[in-house]
């Protein structure tokens, strides 16, 4: 399982994050669209090599193929819409907020799968990138759609720990290289 080998991989010095990979994926209570989903578009966002590999593949058989690419295509998008929202929210001059963004992003529209689905792993993505903005948007829909606060808070939780793991994991691959 590609779980057991990331939590193998990590040091020692990083025990917690082995616990708490086991604990958020391996016992999440999210139902597996929303849990695998969230697995594989933070797992993109995250930019590690190491973590997409091992955990993709098990994201994949997990997924119905609409799933599959409508978490990569929410980890696509808000790539993009994270930093533009972040960069227009963290400028000074508020002028930048009343302008048209311009920029395509359909697939938000009709993501082909449950709206609420594609919103969780968007807001996910959107923790991993820090773009408070976007944070705030798709938790509110989310909410406005009947979602718990506490499966809001899962899929945050997947993205600390799956960012965690990645962080850890390349930069041991670095130091193991220099």
């Not at 098990?58 to 696509?76: F, M």
């Not at 930048?96 to 968007?122: C, H, Q």
């Not at 829909?141 to 979602?147: F, I, P, T």
């Amino acid at each position: 399982m590609a779980l057991d080998t990331l939590k193998s991989a990590l040091p020692d010095y990083a025990k917690d994050l082995k616990l708490n990979l086991g604990s958020v994926i391996g016992n999440s209570d999210l139902p597996q669209q929303q849990l695998w989903g969230t697995v594989l578009a933070v797992s993109i966002a995250a930019r590690s090599p190491i973590v997409l590999r091992e955990l993709e593949p098990e994201a994949k058989a997990n997924l119905s193929p609409e799933a599959y690419t409508a978490a990569k295509a929410a980890a696509a998008v808000m790539a993009m819409n994270n930093v533009f929202y972040r960069t227009r929210h963290l400028l000074s001059d508020p002028e930048y907020g009343t302008l048209r963004a311009g920029l395509r992003m359909n697939v938000i529209g009709n993501p082909g799968v449950e709206k609420a689905d594609f919103e969780l792993w968007s807001l996910a993505v959107s923790a991993v990138n820090g773009c408070g903005q976007c944070l705030d948007s798709h938790e509110q829909v989310l909410r406005k759609a009947g979602v718990s606060r506490e499966v809001v808070q899962e899929a945050f939780k997947i993205a600390a720990v799956v960012q965690a793991v990645a962080t850890t994991l390349d930069a041991e691959a670095a130091l193991a290289s220099a």
